[in-house]
């Protein structure tokens, strides 16, 4: 196990084959890679919900359950990922991160939502974060992670640097807003190989095990 790894307990799942599908544990959450049979209403629910959406730089959409299977597959594991976080006890489906590879230039666009009102501000984003950049890192050998943020959407912002981000600088209206009129402008956050900081004192509280 790699240094990034054993010092969080990460046990990164790698398998040998074509399918490069992510297992990771973290100490209190579970990280894998999305599955059509994961969609539920909930989830559904996140997705039809502009005020969810909206930091994502995505219009929210009523989809059947058969499109989420369908945009679920879509993810091939290999150049663009969908993968879940999880709590350990249940397999309670909280939030999402997305990355989509550049295999030129090695680097992932990554892009993420706790949609679980309860596993907000326990830590969550930092610690499924950490783990998934540390595997971008040590087993699909990137080196770079960038993402784009909605000017003023200061949680994504402060988590980011948290995490060790750099703000490169700024994108003037570079996206269409999906809630009112006009255009957002975006932060371009970038964290190199060896920038990121690991969460040295992660929450105990995992709402999971708490039966809340
Ligand atoms: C941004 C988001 C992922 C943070 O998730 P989270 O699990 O609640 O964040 P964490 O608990 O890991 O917090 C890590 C750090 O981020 C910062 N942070 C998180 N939420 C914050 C908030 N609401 N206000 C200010 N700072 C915040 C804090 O510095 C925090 O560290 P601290 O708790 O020690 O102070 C979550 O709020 C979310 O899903 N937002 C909507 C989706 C989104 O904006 N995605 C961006 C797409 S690019």
Do not use: C
Request: glycine letters at 8%; proline letters at 4%; aromatic letters at 8%.
């Amino acid at each position: 196990m790699d240094t990034f790894s054993s010092s969080l307990n990460f046990q990164i799942g790698h398998q040998e084959t074509r399918d490069l599908a992510i297992a990771i544990n973290t100490d209190r959450f579970l990280l894998r890679s999305l599955v059509p049979s994961d969609t539920s209403e909930q989830f559904l629910s996140w997705i039809a919900d502009p005020e969810v959406m909206s930091p994502l730089n995505m219009p929210a959409r009523h989809f059947t359950v058969g499109q989420l299977q369908a945009y679920i597959t879509g993810f091939d594991n290999q150049t663009r990922y969908l993968v879940g976080m999880f709590g350990k006890r249940d397999e309670t489906l909280f939030g999402i991160l997305s990355m989509d590879i550049n295999t030129t230039h090695s680097f992932g666009k990554m892009s993420f939502l706790i949609g679980h009102p309860d596993y907000k501000r326990i830590g969550a984003f930092r610690e499924t974060a950490a783990g998934l950049i540390s595997h971008m890192f040590e087993v699909r050998g990137l080196e770079k992670i960038i993402v784009h943020v909605n000017a003023g959407n200061e949680p994504s912002m402060r988590a980011l640097e948290a995490l060790g981000f750099t703000n490169e600088g700024t994108l003037r209206s570079h996206v269409r807003s999906f809630i009112g009129e006009g255009r957002h402008d975006q932060h371009h956050y970038g964290l190199l190989k060896g920038e990121l900081r690991l969460p040295a004192q992660l929450s105990s509280r995992d709402p999971s095990r708490s039966g809340s």
